[in-house]
């Protein structure tokens, strides 16, 4: 096991009827930022229900927050917190508002220059708003993590960042909110889970064996808990189920003492925004191939995931493997995302570009640091 | 899913040589009082090793804090405390002298009375010294969570207490610290996280599947790495391995909206209580005859950890059951515990003493509130 620090101090409120309890975790006499996204917190009575819970305390509101949050949008929330001076961001969504959110709760104090800086330079960021959340979409595990991912239209570019003062307070989880989503985010929130759990754990063995198995642990009841949902989208247990898997993906607890990856998610950030695909699609397209490139690296790993949470037992270990990465396929078609590159019409020529890209700022990728340029476009060409 | 609340703000540092870190935890200028135990911390370096890392600290000791740590001692501690107006505590060693030093950071500050009602009253604690550790012991928990477990001797009680104010601030778990425990520490250790697992999974079920696989995910892992760790006391990664499962088994991840129990170690505390046992020794002692009178309300989750944990798949209901416990049993003496009430000398008249003990103070066990007098009678009875 390698050495780790392991921090979380997120307090979590989790269960119907949660909204409600706001108030008990807000310190009082703060001016609130109230932060949400496009509006389906108007339409499913999670806004309203927030407002009620709010009573007695200041609040603004700042909507908007598109997925895959934009830097110029964010920039506007910053100044309202500088001109209002408000004391707390309470970010109402799922990972994009969240994400957003966190950077408005930095940028509020950071005047060394652009605070573009935060995602792209080396920069220590000293000093946030508080801010607590009200998910409702479970997906990216910012509701208990110190990350964010950022775009910028303008350039081009998504990155991420991170810091412990970002961390939200505290988040409320009422896995009702999320009985009508659209199916399409309810999807992607299951793949982005799968596939954050994955990239710290098909890796290469240094002696985890807890961490593997909690790793499986959330793949398993994924696995199991995704079709529920789609066929009965108020099954209550089911929508916790995932909605607590989703928490339990990024929460840096898998991660303890292993061994991670993220070359799916850094190739998949430039799909999204050379292409425009949802976070979740890019991570289904590019993890087969990402799989297929790195078989030999992954070997014993992909062998155990195989065994353990799609039962593939027989055959020689290559034909385990394939049959490995053909379920983690099936699995996520079954959920109606395509896995093909050319289902988002992205032809081979668009490969080079990816590697261009991730190679002009000296990414290289892999927890062996082996996946330069030529080995991204050889990736994308084994995605299908 | 039960609804619930998960906060757990402890920094863990884990791994060879994290003891060299502790000034980066420790707020400067404190005046630290280092808690330790009967001085394995001397014999072992692990002294040497905390004493070097807070070097430029102004350091009082105190030692002496048993197993089953013991108020009139605590009491002493409180005074220095007090007296010489300590800022914080860090406490070396095993779960008992972490639950001591909880004691002594709330008691610090008690003014309502006998601080012993902290543990037998409903007292809320409002204020406490700032504790850290350094385990040497992976078993409680308590490194990561916010109990105390303190024995009154005079009284004969042995009581919990529980404030989010005592969770340690951070913890070093360095797992060659434990490369010298002693056999019997590290097996009770091994046994003492087990039954945590299980005293929090084999209940009733509410449809709990990722937290059941985080659970079978410690046992599982305590009963492969358990044997490596007797066959070599040295190797590192079964050390690290069983101290993270000791970590996981009580920091409050697994009870999330699942049933506890707990009635293993209500009655194991009378036991070791009246008759000396240690902590482990009692629940190994216990939780077999508990399992048997138990098996109809427990009947799904013992079937489930029989089948995911103990591989046992044939055979009717009632023989996996039979089954399931045998094997339990069985690891429990493979590691060299005794599980028989005759072991240590207690026979069937002492049966109804610890009865008596639990009923003088209404306590009604196990997750159904079904375990009264006259069950924990049936329950001793089965015990073997």
């Given at each position: 096991?390698?050495?780790?620090?392991?921090?979380?101090?997120?307090?979590?409120?989790?269960?119907?009827?949660?909204?409600?309890?706001?108030?008990?975790?807000?310190?009082?006499?703060?001016?609130?930022?109230?932060?949400?996204?496009?509006?389906?917190?108007?339409?499913?009575g999670v806004h309203r229900q927030v407002r009620e819970a709010l009573a007695g305390y200041e609040v603004l509101e700042?909507?908007?927050?598109?997925?895959?949050?934009?830097?110029?949008?964010?920039?506007?929330?910053?100044?309202?917190?500088?001109?209002?001076?408000?004391?707390?961001?309470?970010?109402?969504?799922?990972?994009?508002?969240?994400?957003?959110?966190?950077?408005?709760?930095?940028?509020?104090?950071?005047?060394?220059?652009?605070?573009?800086?935060?995602?792209?330079?080396?920069?220590?960021?000293?000093?946030?708003?508080?801010?607590?959340?009200?998910?409702?979409?479970?997906?990216?595990?910012?509701?208990?993590?110190?990350?964010?991912?950022?775009?910028?239209?303008?350039?081009?570019?998504?990155?991420?960042?991170?810091?412990?003062?970002?961390?939200?307070?505290?988040?409320?989880?009422?896995?009702?909110?999320?009985?009508?989503?659209?199916?399409?985010?309810?999807?992607?929130?299951?793949?982005?889970?799968?596939?954050?759990?994955?990239?710290?754990?098909?890796?290469?063995?240094?002696?985890?064996?807890?961490?593997?198995?909690?790793?499986?642990?959330?793949?398993?009841?994924?696995?199991?808990?995704?079709?529920?949902?789609?066929?009965?989208?108020?099954?209550?247990?089911?929508?916790?189920?995932?909605?607590?898997?989703?928490?339990?993906?990024?929460?840096?607890?898998?991660?303890?003492?292993?061994?991670?990856?993220?070359?799916?998610?850094m190739i998949g950030h430039e799909l999204t925004a050379l292409w425009g695909l949802d976070h979740a699609q890019s991570?289904?397209?590019?993890?087969?191939?990402?799989?297929?490139?790195?078989?030999?690296?992954?070997?014993?790993?992909?062998?155990?995931?195989?065994?353990?949470?799609?039962?593939?037992?027989?055959?020689?270990?290559?034909?385990?493997?394939?049959?490995?990465?053909?379920?983690?396929?099936?699995?996520?078609?079954?959920?109606?995302?395509?896995?093909?590159?050319?289902?988002?019409?992205?032809?081979?020529?668009?490969?080079?570009?990816?590697?261009?890209?991730?190679?002009?700022?000296?990414?290289?990728?892999?927890?062996?640091?082996?996946?330069?340029?030529?080995?991204?476009?050889?990736?994308?060409?084994?995605?299908?």
């Amino acid at each position: 096991m390698e050495n780790f620090e392991y921090y979380n101090p997120t307090r979590l409120i989790f269960g119907r009827g949660s909204i409600a309890r706001l108030a008990e975790f807000l310190p009082t006499g703060q001016k609130v930022l109230l932060t949400y996204g496009g509006g389906s917190i108007m339409a499913n009575g999670v806004h309203r229900q927030v407002r009620e819970a709010l009573a007695g305390y200041e609040v603004l509101e700042f909507g908007g927050i598109e997925a895959n949050p934009e830097y110029s949008t964010l920039r506007k929330a910053v100044q309202i917190c500088r001109q209002e001076d408000v004391d707390f961001l309470l970010a109402v969504g799922g990972g994009s508002v969240l994400d957003g959110t966190k950077f408005i709760a930095a940028a509020r104090f950071f005047d060394d220059g652009d605070p573009w800086r935060m995602c792209v330079d080396d920069v220590v960021i000293e000093r946030a708003l508080p801010l607590a959340s009200v998910l409702t979409l479970p997906a990216t595990g910012s509701e208990a993590n110190a990350g964010a991912v950022i775009s910028h239209r303008e350039l081009g570019q998504k990155r991420p960042f991170m810091s412990d003062l970002v961390r939200p307070k505290f988040s409320i989880l009422d896995p009702e909110t999320t009985f009508t989503l659209p199916t399409r985010q309810t999807i992607n929130g299951i793949i982005d889970a799968f596939v954050h759990v994955v990239e710290q754990y098909v890796t290469y063995d240094v002696n985890t064996p807890l961490q593997d198995r909690q790793a499986e642990a959330i793949l398993s009841t994924l696995v199991e808990e995704g079709p529920k949902v789609l066929a009965d989208p108020r099954n209550y247990d089911a929508r916790a189920n995932i909605m607590w898997c989703a928490t339990q993906a990024l929460n840096g607890l898998i991660r303890c003492g292993a061994i991670s990856d993220w070359g799916t998610h850094m190739i998949g950030h430039e799909l999204t925004a050379l292409w425009g695909l949802d976070h979740a699609q890019s991570l289904a397209v590019v993890l087969p191939g990402l799989w297929r490139h790195e078989k030999q690296r992954k070997r014993n790993k992909l062998l155990q995931y195989g065994e353990r949470v799609w039962g593939i037992r027989d055959g020689d270990e290559n034909a385990r493997i394939e049959g490995t990465i053909a379920k983690t396929v099936a699995f996520f078609q079954s959920l109606g995302v395509k896995t093909n590159p050319a289902d988002y019409d992205i032809s081979e020529d668009g490969y080079a570009k990816v590697a261009d890209r991730l190679a002009a700022r000296g990414a290289i990728l892999g927890e062996h640091d082996a996946i330069g340029r030529s080995e991204v476009i050889s990736i994308l060409k084994l995605c299908n």
